[in-house]
């Protein structure tokens, strides 16, 4: 039953993402890019700048192909003891969700529960079979959190495998979802 919950939230989470990849990749504008009004960094996923927006970014590679995006979110959910971090390219060409299991900084691989999902539309959604995803720093609500991920992917029409490699993230931390 967990494992069934688990995969529905994945679904929902990754169609959220789909749908704030269109909206917020249109309309982050000044402090989404990296900088804030004035034009100066916003310090790439450190404290904030002065609008209050962490310059998100993801890029990875799957089977050769590079991806990279500025919309990049983490929402923790600490009832659950986990974190979800969605992103996603502009015009909703991709989405990707990490879940680590925990609220802070580590290590973690698919025997702790870290999963990777990948939707590239129309009909292409791959998850995790292997995954280590390493997060290096874990800011407060409004702060950052920033890592690395790499793994094996696979695909749930075929279940061709790929590799994700050289994946990296700075994602700007929402409050807690309880």
């Not at 269109?22 to 004035?38: A, E, I, N, P």
């Not at 003891?81 to 990707?96: F, H, M, V, Y």
Request: hydrophobic share 35%.
């Amino acid at each position: 039953m967990r494992s069934e919950l688990g995969f529905v939230r994945r679904c929902g989470l990754l169609l959220v993402a789909l749908l704030m990849a269109v909206g917020l990749g249109l309309g982050c504008g000044k402090g989404g890019d990296g900088t804030t009004d004035d034009g100066n960094s916003a310090g790439g996923g450190g404290p904030a700048g002065r609008d209050g927006v962490v310059a998100g970014h993801v890029s990875f590679t799957i089977d050769g192909t590079q991806y990279s995006g500025t919309t990049c979110i983490a929402n923790s959910f600490p009832g659950e003891n986990s974190t979800s971090i969605t992103s996603g390219a502009d015009e909703g060409e991709w989405s990707l969700m990490l879940e680590i299991p925990g609220t802070a900084a580590g290590t973690f691989d698919e025997k702790a529960g870290a999963t990777c999902s990948f939707v590239k539309p129309p009909f292409n959604m791959y998850d995790s079979e292997a995954v280590t995803i390493t997060v290096s720093s874990y800011g407060k609500a409004g702060g950052s959190v920033k890592g690395t991920f790499s793994g094996m992917l696979v695909d749930q029409l075929d279940s061709t495998r790929k590799p994700i490699t050289d994946g990296t993230f700075t994602a700007q931390r929402h409050r807690d979802v309880e």
